[in-house]
């Protein structure tokens, strides 16, 4: 499975910036593609995942509501839309896909990151 990020940029508080992730390989429609954030001096947690199957979404409690994650299955590509930004988005985001939604020890194949900055 192969993953390519894209979409990431500075950005207003308040603003919103849409990520991409085209997957490529056999069988990552077998998987759920998740999207990962590592802020500078902090370990990377969840943000958001999603079934390519089912289209079943999950979502971190600090991104409900303003984040969206979905998938494009023609096009073999993962969104997560970014909407109400805040300073405290500002982090290097990552796709992944993995066997389980929310548990990043979960998830084999990553892409590149995407640096997202929100400034004030």
């Known amino acids: 499975v192969q993953l390519q990020a894209s979409g990431g940029g500075l950005v207003q508080a308040g603003g919103s910036l849409r990520l991409s992730c085209a997957a490529s390989g056999r069988t990552f429609w077998r998987y759920y593609m998740g999207w990962f954030r590592q802020a500078p001096g902090k370990e990377r947690e969840f943000v958001a995942a999603i079934s390519w199957s089912g289209g079943g979404t999950y979502y971190a409690d600090s991104v409900k509501g303003r984040f969206t994650i979905s998938r494009d299955v023609a096009k073999n590509t993962v969104y997560l839309q970014m909407n109400s930004l805040k300073r405290e988005d500002t982090a290097v985001y990552y796709c992944?896909?993995?066997?389980?939604?929310?548990?990043?020890?979960?998830?084999?194949?990553w892409g590149q990151g995407t640096l997202v900055t929100v400034s004030s």
């Open positions: 992944a896909a993995g066997n389980s939604p929310t548990t990043q020890a979960a998830y084999d194949y």
